[in-house]
T-cell receptor, first 115, second 113 residues
Framework: GQQLNQSPQSMFIQEGEDVSMNCTSS?????WLWYKQEPGEGPVLLIA?????ELTSNGRLTAQFGITRKDSFLNISASIPSDVGIYFC???????????????FGQGTILTVHP | GAGVSQSPRYKVAKRGQDVALRCDPI?????LFWYQQALGQGPEFLTY????????KSGLPSDRFFAERPEGSVSTLKIQRTQQEDSAVYLC???????????FGNGTRLTVT
């Protein structure tokens, strides 16, 4: 089963507001990734984090890789209606025999943005 | 093609039927993954191929699930004697190499009645 706890489960916000979501794990991951999934589509990669403590931005998105390597957060600034979707965190161990990069996903955060 | 292509997009099967789901990865991508996504959940790993070799099948839920990639490109996920709990979206993803970002297809939604 999944090892990642993602919160909140859902968010309802007004356009222009900032959004924050996070992910915690009982296991250490060497890579953290954030994906967005829209209805009827597969997940699309937003941000990848490769080093503990790393802070990375992609436009209005900012994500951080926790120092303990057991957590990550994603912030979206000045939300717009097209930000609507489900956001997933994912961790990759890159350890030993699983170095090919199998991902473990969180349960997702459903984001709704009201115009 | 430009992205990972999966077919069919939707599949309805009666309990007990066998189904076959197809994945066409991005041309030249060495790594191929299958994930299962239940309603309201994140994707869960099923199996991994590097070229034609199935290197990890630890996520396959039972021996009714079987995947193959005989020529190192197209892959098929087969589910025998489908059960209602098999209802989910089955996602295929590919990447150029080991540890590189995955590109997901749009999935096949399987409904077992």
């Amino acid at each position: 089963g999944q090892q990642l706890n993602q919160s909140p489960q859902s968010m309802f916000i007004q356009e222009g507001e900032d959004v924050s979501m996070n992910c915690t794990s009982s296991s250490i991951f060497n890579t953290w990734l954030w994906y967005k999934q829209e209805p009827g589509e597969g997940p699309v990669l937003l941000i990848a984090l490769y080093k503990a403590g790393e802070l990375t931005s992609n436009g209005r998105l900012t994500a951080q890789f926790g120092i303990t390597r057991k957590d990550s957060f994603l912030n979206i600034s000045a939300s717009i209606p097209s930000d609507v979707g489900i956001y997933f965190c994912a961790g990759r161990s890159d350890a030993g025999g699983t170095s090919y990069g199998k991902l473990t996903f969180g349960q997702g955060t459903i984001l709704t943005v009201h115009p | 093609g430009a992205g990972v292509s999966q077919s069919p997009r939707y599949k309805v099967a009666k309990r007990g039927q066998d189904v076959a789901l197809r994945c066409d990865p991005i041309s030249g991508h060495v790594s191929l993954f299958w994930y299962q996504q239940a309603l309201g959940q994140g994707p869960e790993f099923l199996t991994y191929f590097q070229n034609e070799a199935q290197l990890d099948k630890s996520g396959l839920p039972s021996d009714r699930f079987f995947a193959e990639r005989p020529e190192g490109s197209v892959s098929t996920l087969k589910i025998q004697r489908t059960q209602q709990e098999d209802s989910a979206v089955y996602l295929c993803a590919s990447s150029q190499g080991v540890g590189v970002s995955l590109h997901f297809g749009n999935g096949t939604r399987l409904t077992v009645t």
